[in-house]
């Protein structure tokens, strides 16, 4: 079993930056594909980034060359740094861990962009 907690969400303008954080407890933290998820209201949740146990990064073309998802194996924490935010990244964040047969979701954390 995994337990994710994010924080790091609140209003910003749009122009300015966010860095998300979710610490994982549980087992075997390292070998796990982590993930960045969002869902905005009326809209599906949507993959935003991944990172694998290696390390190799992958993101949504409307975050690439804005958002940076990273992992600290030593402290269990995933992060996703978000610069130049825009109105449409407003969205409810998750975090998720996976593996071959297993997955598990945090509880999310709300990002507002707006003037």
């Known amino acids: 079993q995994v337990q994710l907690v994010e924080s790091g969400g609140g209003l910003v303008q749009p122009g300015g930056s966010l860095r998300l954080s979710c610490v994982a407890s549980?087992?075997?933290?390292?070998?796990?594909?982590m993930a960045w998820y969002r869902q905005a209201p009326g809209n599906q949740r949507e993959l935003v980034a991944t990172?694998?146990?290696?390390?190799?990064?992958n993101y949504a073309d409307s975050v690439k060359g804005r958002f940076a998802i990273s992992r600290d194996n030593l402290k269990n924490t995933v992060y996703l740094q978000m610069n130049s935010l825009k109105p449409e990244d407003t969205a409810i964040y998750y975090c998720k861990a996976a593996r071959t047969f297993s997955s598990y979701w945090g509880q999310g954390t709300q990002v507002t962009v707006s003037s």
């Open positions: 549980g087992s075997a933290f390292s070998i796990y594909t």
């Open positions: 990172i694998s146990n290696l390390g190799s990064t």
